[in-house]
């Protein structure tokens, strides 16, 4: 069992910048793909980024490729994602995923965190 903690959400500015960060617990981290989705009202959960065990393979949504970067620390068992120019529609939960398989697929995210609200408005 995995247990996901997020944190860092909070309300910012359009054009702001957030990083959220999510610590795993467990001793085989570094084998995880692991992957940012998010949940807004009355929207279905959707992709944000992941990013493969050894930290080489990153993959982005096109609604937040060139402002948002993934990255881990295995080392902490964490990874982060850095949330820069954002727009009120990123305004959303952010949530963290593991996927024990390393595959990156949607569908193999077994372990979620319970998110963190990130709002961006005036």
């Known amino acids: 069992q995995v247990q996901l903690v997020e944190s860092g959400g909070g309300l910012v500015q359009p054009g702001g910048s957030l990083r959220l960060s999510c610590t795993a617990s467990g001793r085989t981290f570094s084998g995880y793909g692991m992957g940012w989705f998010r949940q807004s009202p009355a929207k279905e959960r959707e992709f944000v980024a992941t990013?493969?065990?050894?930290?080489?393979?990153?993959y982005y949504a096109d609604s937040v490729k060139g402002r948002f970067t993934i990255s881990r620390d295995n080392a902490k068992n964490t990874v982060y994602l850095q949330l820069n120019s954002l727009k009120p529609e990123d305004t959303a939960v952010y949530y963290c995923a593991a996927d024990p398989r390393n595959t990156l697929l949607p569908s193999m995210y077994i372990y979620w965190g319970q998110g963190t609200q990130v709002t961006v408005a005036s």
């Open positions: 990013i493969g065990g050894g930290g080489s393979n990153r």
